[in-house]
């Protein structure tokens, strides 16, 4: 299947610290979408994005979906521990979903 | 907001045995289910889609006689893995989609282990 690039593929930041982390496809997709995934779990849906140049945020996230829709990225602001986790990014086309490469990240107390 | 229980959470099994999956969506009709596998540390990789009523569509290098799925009422499908070996094991989640078609919605995964 269908595979996005993601980077940086981990990030160990200090508490407080503001991450940022961008996902590019060869392809278009129609929605992009932002999961964050904890260990021995599903994903978990973060932010959802339809339309190219979108900026949406939800609490201390924030999210955009690239002009030409082949990338995205997602900000967290103001980390605290409880963001550790793995963040993936998808690509939903007619009837698929794909997934980025993930980007495990580690927040310092 | 919606559910979708997925079923066993674990399963540990010999080689050669079939494990049986079950994906249900709690409170929607799913017409649409996907299935992934996922191995240590790396992405969700689209195994197969289904729709309901329908076959399973595979995607490229997954084999459909070892990976059998059924979906044949709008909250259930099975991810049947046959012949189970050991570089089968794998966490293997399964998501839902409503009829709306705008959300996923993302079981919480079952980890496979083969002895």
């Known amino acids: 299947g269908q595979q996005l690039n993601q980077s940086p593929q981990s990030m160990f930041i200090q508490e407080g610290e503001d991450v940022s982390m961008n996902c590019t496809s060869s392809?278009?997709?129609?929605?992009w979408l932002w999961y964050k995934q904890e260990p021995g779990e599903g994903p978990v849906l973060l932010i959802a994005?339809?339309?190219?140049?979108e900026l949406t945020s939800n609490g201390r996230l924030t999210a955009q979906f690239g002009i030409t829709r082949k990338d995205s990225f997602l900000n967290i602001s103001a980390s605290i521990p409880s963001d550790v986790g793995i963040y993936f990014c998808?690509?939903?086309?007619?009837?698929?979903?794909?997934f980025g490469t993930g980007t495990r990240l580690t927040v310092i107390p | 907001g919606a559910v979708v229980s997925q079923h066993p959470s674990r399963v540990i099994c010999k080689s050669g045995t079939s494990v049986k999956i079950e994906c249900r969506s709690l409170d929607f009709q799913a017409t649409t289910m996907f299935w992934y596998r996922q191995f240590p540390k790396q992405s969700l990789m689209l195994m197969a889609t289904s729709n309901e009523g329908s076959k399973a569509t595979y995607e490229q290098g997954v084999e459909k006689d070892k990976f059998l799925i059924n979906h044949a009422s709008l909250t259930l499908s099975t991810l049947t893995v046959t012949s189970a070996h050991p570089e089968d094991s794998s966490f293997y989640i399964c998501?839902?989609?409503?009829?709306?078609?705008?959300?996923?919605?993302f079981g919480s995964g079952t980890q496979l282990s083969v002895l």
């Open positions: 998501s839902a989609r409503g009829g709306n078609g705008e959300k996923l919605f």
């Open positions: 998808a690509g939903q086309g007619a009837n698929n979903l794909f």
């Open positions: 392809s278009i997709f129609n929605t």
């Open positions: 994005l339809y339309k190219a140049g």
